[in-house]
């Protein structure tokens, strides 16, 4: 068990819906990270927060966002969902942004996320 | 951006064998390359990792190299038993700016045969 938790474990909606996924880092982490794996694009950085702001960004289309609140939790929001974004979704924490020091990440279980 | 290649893509080994994989990368700026194991339904799981200031590391039957020169670094799982059947990723980052994304390999499927 890393410590990160994330909610829903298992999510099945329609075309055009919209979702949020939860995640609650590690306790003390202040960075969380967002990560797509799906069987044809693997496993793809969408976006870091860090203590509430966002630090980088990857592969994100316009359609998804996150935040990062101030009790530090994110959440991912996907928009007029398309059948292509059925993939899991896993988020990541580490303590510290990396002040020059790349930073361990550890993953969360993952949302399994069905667009039918 | 970042590039990462894995190979093998799948690896049948015998229980007690050595088990090896490899990934390249392209960005001479990254400096952490991490090792994650993943199994069915799970996320993925830091097994070991290494810095670009050091060239070797182990961890009981685990251990990886890195080859800077070269932009590549290497998995190496000893005596391996039917509990490390899995899919292995590599990954590699560089910190700009504070920001912290992993790159990853597309995974390799270990399996142990008894």
């Known amino acids: 068990d890393s410590g990160v938790t994330q909610t829903p474990k298992h999510l099945i909606t329609a075309t055009g819906q919209r979702v949020t996924l939860r995640c609650s880092p590690r306790?003390?982490?202040?960075?969380v990270y967002w990560y797509q794996q799906s069987l044809d694009q693997g496993l793809q950085f969408l976006i870091q927060y860090y203590n509430g702001e966002e630090r980088a960004k990857g592969n994100i289309l316009e359609r998804f966002s996150a935040q990062q609140f101030p009790d530090l939790h994110s959440e991912l929001n996907l928009s007029s969902l398309e059948l292509g974004d059925s993939a899991l979704y896993f988020c990541a924490s580490s303590p510290t942004p990396g002040q020059g020091v790349t930073d361990t990440q550890y993953f969360g279980p993952g949302t399994r996320l069905t667009v039918l | 951006g970042e590039n990462v290649e894995q190979h093998p893509s799948t690896l049948s080994v015998q229980e007690g064998d050595s088990a090896v994989i490899k990934c390249t990368y392209s960005?001479?700026?990254?400096?952490?390359f991490p090792w994650y194991k993943q199994e069915l339904g799970k996320g993925p799981q830091l097994i070991i990792d290494i810095r670009s200031n050091v060239g070797e590391k182990k961890d009981q039957r685990i251990a990886v190299t890195l080859n800077k020169t070269a932009k590549h670094f290497s998995l190496h799982i000893t005596e391996t038993q039917p509990e490390d059947s899995a899919v292995y990723f590599c990954?590699?980052?560089?910190?700009?700016?504070?920001?912290?994304?992993?790159?990853f390999g597309t995974g390799t499927q270990l399996k142990v045969e008894l």
């Open positions: 990954a590699a980052s560089a910190n700009t700016g504070g920001g912290n994304k992993l790159t």
């Open positions: 960005d001479s700026a990254s400096n952490y």
């Open positions: 306790s003390g982490d202040l960075s």
